[in-house]
């Protein structure tokens, strides 16, 4: 893994052949790019029917599947960022410390309007 030619950008460079091509035909990228837009729809959807699955033994199947469709995401994009498809940028860490107080005051607040609410 290296820092490409722009500044904060990591990315690793693309394997010869792994150009995008022009042609009607599916590349390998356009193949992943496929696997992984179906894992992220079906996650989706598993976490729906996990959700709602009112058998005790489909809930426990639904769930099992969710999760190895969450891993099967997680290695195409693993295996997409090895093969250079995908770039990731670096963030200043003043930016993130500035976005993770934010947060955490926005949490603050509505758990602490929140149990207001209740106990009125």
């Known amino acids: 893994m290296q820092q490409s030619n722009q500044k904060n950008v990591i990315q690793n460079p693309q394997t010869p052949g792994q150009t995008q091509n022009s ?8 193949r992943l790019n496929d696997c ?3 894992c992220k729809w079906m996650t989706d959807n598993l976490n729906i029917m996990a959700r709602e699955a ?5 809930h426990q199947d639904v769930l099992t599947i969710l999760q190895e469709t969450h891993q099967s995401a997680r290695d195409t994009f693993n295996l997409m960022f090895e093969l250079g498809h995908y770039k990731l940028e670096i ?3 003043q930016k993130i410390q500035q976005a993770q107080q934010q947060f955490q005051n926005y949490a603050q607040t509505q758990f602490t309007n929140a149990g207001q609410g209740m106990m009125q």
């Open 23 to 30: 042609s009607p035909e599916m590349s390998d990228r356009d």
């Open 36 to 38: 992984l837009s179906s």
């Open 54 to 58: 009112s058998h005790r033994a489909l």
């Open 91 to 93: 963030e200043d860490a």
